[in-house]
């Protein structure tokens, strides 16, 4: 086997070995998927540095995709949300989105389907993605958590710690432009943050060299359609940043 010569394949190589070393139960090494997920954010910034030499259109090799991300996650029994689980959510949409949208965690209708914002709040955020001259299939949805708390209650501390890390290399693996962050526990987590929603949205915050949107939840605004116009004010920023005429 050649070894690797560039850094995004020293990263790839390096990560491949650690969740083998994990899956062999190795410990006294950092092996666990935190670190997994921090080698996917500096090959995200390796990549984000060399794609500065390359076309618009290009985003330049990313440190791995998707699909490798999927397989990763196989099954996953990580946390007990499985236990209640249908089916896993992992996310939709274009593999190399300029926009992301990040949610907090697959309620009922998601749970039955397997995909992001299918139920009511999935309508509206349709209506908004598609406000902002876009589809749905030219974005990337996904949410915090991949499986739907009972009951819809909040995602909990080590549930969240359990699924991030998938999250941030999917992230990693778009490497979209911004990244919409739909609620309070999503702009919350993506941030590191106890600041209200209210006080963090409208404007962009940076989070590791991601620049993040954070703005009110979908199932917010159909309780309160009267913040309706804030968050129109907030895609029209992230419209503005993807220079998407209005
Ligand atoms: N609410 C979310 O936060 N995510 C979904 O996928 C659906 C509803």
Redesign the pocket.
């Not at 949610?103 to 309620?107: D, K, M, T, V």
């Not at 992001?116 to 139920?119: L, R, S």
């Given at each position: 086997m050649q070894p690797p010569e560039t850094m995004d394949e020293t990263l790839q190589a390096l990560r491949r070995s650690l969740d083998q070393m994990a899956r062999w139960g190795c410990r006294g090494f950092d092996c666990s998927e935190q670190a997994l997920a921090v080698l996917a954010r500096w090959s995200h910034q390796s990549t984000a540095a060399a794609s500065h030499k390359a076309p618009a259109a290009d985003k330049g090799p990313t440190a791995e995709t998707l699909e490798a991300v999927r397989t990763d996650l196989g099954d996953c029994t990580r946390c007990r949300l499985s236990e209640h689980r249908t089916r896993l959510?992992f996310g939709e949409g274009a593999a190399q989105a300029d926009l992301v949208f990040v949610?907090?965690?697959?309620?009922g209708?998601?749970d039955r389907s397997g995909r992001?914002?299918?139920?009511p709040?999935?309508q509206l955020l349709t209506k908004i993605i598609e406000s902002m001259h876009l589809t749905r299939d030219q974005v990337y949805?996904g949410?915090?958590v991949k499986c739907r708390p009972p009951g819809n209650r909040l995602p909990e501390a080590d549930e969240i710690g359990a699924c991030l890390p998938f999250l941030t290399r999917q992230i990693s693996a778009i490497q979209p432009k911004v990244v919409c962050a739909?609620?309070a526990?999503?702009a919350q987590t993506l941030l590191d943050t106890g600041t209200p929603i209210s006080r963090l949205r409208g404007r962009f915050h940076d989070a590791n060299g991601l620049k993040v949107m954070p703005t009110f939840?979908?199932?917010y605004l159909l309780r309160h359609p009267e913040h309706k116009r804030a968050v129109w004010e907030d895609m029209k920023k992230i419209m503005a940043l993807l220079r998407i005429p209005l």
């Open positions: 959510v949610g907090e965690g697959p309620g209708d998601e992001p914002f299918v139920g709040a999935g949805i949410n915090i739909l609620g526990c999503a939840h979908p199932s």
